[in-house]
């Protein structure tokens, strides 16, 4: 009786550790957009909002304050991955923001960029692709992408940025 709870232990414990995997796994998405960069006073969080289409906002919170605030507005390019959707029951709506993996690299049109990176996480970016992009990376605790659609449609919740700018870490 001992060896069979003990096996089920395993295979949970084993399911649950590849199920956390299986969420890391997924593509970078790139989406050119006009956005609007920028920190909060404290410069311990960071603010990537859409201008118009695509319309998106991410907020990162940083593991340490940047030594000066970003400010950009313009066009630039956005990596992000998204993590697969949890397993949800039949018949059961979920509505909230795409979850995404803690790794982003904004990369602006003419110059310099950023890739904020948590630990531990794989980089949207490949180290030589980072290098011609002149992209920095900025440690950071979490990304989050927090502008969504209700699933019965409806105007694009969560894009205000000074949601981004309480943080959660």
């Keep these: 009786m001992t060896r069979c709870v003990s096996g089920v232990v395993v295979a949970g414990v084993l399911a ?3 199920g956390v995997g299986a969420r890391q796994a997924g593509e970078p998405k790139s989406v050119t957009a006009s956005v609007t960069v920028t920190t909060s006073d ?3 969080n960071v603010a990537v909002l859409s201008k118009g289409e695509p319309p998106f906002l991410f907020c990162i919170d940083l593991a340490t304050a940047l030594p000066a605030k970003i400010a950009y507005e313009g066009k630039a390019r956005i990596v992000y991955r998204p993590l697969p959707p949890m397993d949800v029951p039949a018949g059961v709506k979920v509505e909230g923001p795409e979850d995404v993996a803690s790794a982003l690299a904004v990369l602006p049109a003419g110059g310099k ?3 904020f990176l948590a630990e531990r996480e794989t980089p949207v970016l490949s180290g030589r692709d980072a290098a011609a992009a002149g992209a920095a990376t900025v440690p950071a605790l979490v990304v989050r992408r927090v502008d969504w659609v209700a699933a019965d449609g409806g105007p694009r919740r969560g894009m205000d940025i000074e949601s981004c700018f309480v943080s959660g870490g």
């Design 16 to 18: 649950m550790t590849l």
């Design 42 to 44: 404290s410069r311990r």
């Design 113 to 115: 960029g950023w890739l």
